[in-house]
Each structure stands twice: as structure tokens, then as C-alpha cells.
């Protein structure tokens, strides 16, 4: 199983980002994925869910109406849209297999001015 983040840097307040999880070694389109941040000095937080079919979606409320998750099966990639960014969202971003063992190395996404 291998999952690998990309799409993070330094935007600034308001602005949006992108995120990717590329994965493979598994089926991709059996799982359910999520999307995690961990905030320096702060515990690992979930911020995302998505269905294997893509239709179930679930959200932190700090980010509900700015985040959208979305998945790809053809492409076994799951997404992180973030809009309207705030400096409370400056964190590492995982993607990981559902509630599994499974996660990746992380993406940085800082909001500053």
C-alpha cells in the first residue's frame, strides 16, 4: 500500500489549494479515504471522509462550506479542494485508507500573508 500527497504550499489567506492522494498496492475503489491534518503542537484531526463510490461525504464542522472532498477510482486518486483558507488551517495533510495502518508521508500547507 503506498499513498502519496502532493498539492500543498504557501497560499494566502482566502486563497485555495488543491491536494492529491495518489494511491496503489490495493483497490482503490473498496475504501473509504479520509483526509487528516495535524497542526504543530496540536493532535492529528480528521477532516475529511468520502465513501468508496465517492456519493457518502463527511467534514469536520471547521471546515464544512470551504472543503470538498472527491475521489477519482479510475485514477485512484482522492482529492482535497480547499477554498477560502484560513491561518487556523496551516497543518501537515495525510491521506489515509479508511481507519487502516495505512497513511501518507503528509503535505504541507501553510496560510500566511
Known amino acids: 500500500v503506498l499513498l502519496v500527497e502532493s498539492g500543498g504550499g504557501l497560499v494566502q489567506p482566502g486563497g485555495s489549494l488543491r491536494l492529491s492522494c495518489a494511491a496503489s498496492?490495493?483497490?482503490?475503489?473498496?475504501?473509504?479515504m479520509t483526509w487528516y491534518r495535524q497542526a504543530p503542537g496540536k493532535e492529528r484531526e480528521l477532516v475529511a471522509r468520502?465513501?468508496?463510490?465517492?456519493?457518502?461525504?463527511n467534514y469536520a464542522d471547521s471546515v464544512k462550506g470551504r472543503f470538498t472532498i472527491s475521489r477519482d477510482n479510475a485514477k485512484n486518486t482522492v482529492y482535497l479542494q480547499m477554498n477560502n483558507l484560513k491561518a487556523e488551517d496551516t497543518a501537515v495533510y495525510y491521506c489515509?485508507?479508511?481507519?487502516?495502518?495505512?497513511w501518507g508521508q503528509g503535505t504541507q500547507v501553510t496560510v500566511s500573508s
Open positions: 489515509r485508507r479508511g481507519g487502516s495502518e495505512y
Open positions: 498496492g490495493f483497490t482503490f475503489s473498496s475504501y473509504f
Open positions: 468520502i465513501s468508496n463510490a465517492g456519493i457518502i461525504t
